[in-house]
């Protein structure tokens, strides 16, 4: 059975950090891109961050960079984002999701599988 599980999800104040982790079961991770995308109530779900395969290239969503981080490693067939400088506005249910690398990747119809999400709230 093909599966990715995040976690790593949370209440915490602005400003503060959190580590969120996307693990695969069933495939290998390693043969796959893994974007991070969020949605908040009343919102359309929206890409944050993407890395290849490799790891070698990442993007980002212009409303997280320099605070958010993609990182992955193979060999644990898990992908990270990091958190860091929190805002209330980053509060969302964060995804992952495993398919193709390339300039759609924020396109949530990009991906070929999906996590069930992990709640991140961002509040004080």
């Known amino acids: 059975q093909l599966q990715l599980v995040e976690s790593g999800g949370g209440l915490v104040q602005p400003g503060g950090s959190l580590r969120l982790s996307c693990a695969a079961s069933g495939f290998t991770l390693a043969y796959y891109a893994i974007g991070w995308f969020r949605q908040a109530p009343g919102k359309e779900r929206e890409g944050v961050s993407c890395i290849s395969s490799s790891g070698g290239s990442t993007n980002y969503a212009d409303s997280v960079k320099g605070r958010f981080t993609i990182s992955r490693d193979n060999a644990k067939n898990t992908v990270y984002l990091q958190m860091n400088s929190l805002k209330p506005e980053d509060t969302a249910v964060y995804y992952c999701?495993?398919?193709?690398?390339?300039?759609?990747?924020?396109?949530?119809?990009?991906?070929?599988?999906w996590g069930q999400g992990t709640q991140v709230t961002v509040s004080s």
């Open positions: 999701a495993a398919g193709p690398y390339g300039s759609s990747w924020y396109v949530v119809g990009w991906y070929d599988y």
